[in-house]
């Protein structure tokens, strides 16, 4: 069984920053892509950022410049680091990693949600 647990969200003044870290637990064989999403009340989950394996990343038009994703594989943990944040980031973020263990072929799997409030 795998478990992604998110962690590192609170509440941040506009402007402040966030470090997110997302640590996958379990019979992983290996990880490929993760990524980092986000949904607002009453809106879609959205894609915030992503990274490979081989660490190319992508990011949201809307965090790019302020954002950071990062992952060190040796501890199949992933970091969203995110600067001048303003009060649209605020969100529950959820950590997405596409995962193969001992016993399964590459699942896509998701953290329970970490919640962020930007907020004076």
């Known amino acids: 069984q795998v478990q992604l647990v998110e962690s590192g969200g609170g509440l941040v003044q506009p402007g402040g920053s966030l470090r997110l870290s997302c640590a996958a637990s379990?019979?992983?064989?290996?990880?490929?892509?993760m990524g980092w999403y986000r949904q607002a009340p009453g809106k879609q989950r959205e894609l915030v950022a992503r990274?490979?394996?081989?660490?190319?990343?992508d990011y949201a038009d809307s965090v790019k410049g302020r954002s950071t994703i990062s992952r060190d594989n040796a501890k199949d943990t992933m970091f969203l680091q995110m600067n001048s944040l303003k009060p649209e980031d605020t969100a529950v973020y959820y950590c997405?990693?596409?995962?193969?263990?001992?016993?399964?072929?590459?699942?896509?799997?998701w953290g329970q949600g970490t919640q962020v409030t930007v907020s004076s």
């Open positions: 990274i490979t394996s081989g660490g190319s990343t």
């Open positions: 379990g019979s992983i064989r290996s990880i490929d892509a």
């Open positions: 997405n990693a596409l995962i193969s263990t001992r016993f399964t072929a590459e699942l896509n799997y």
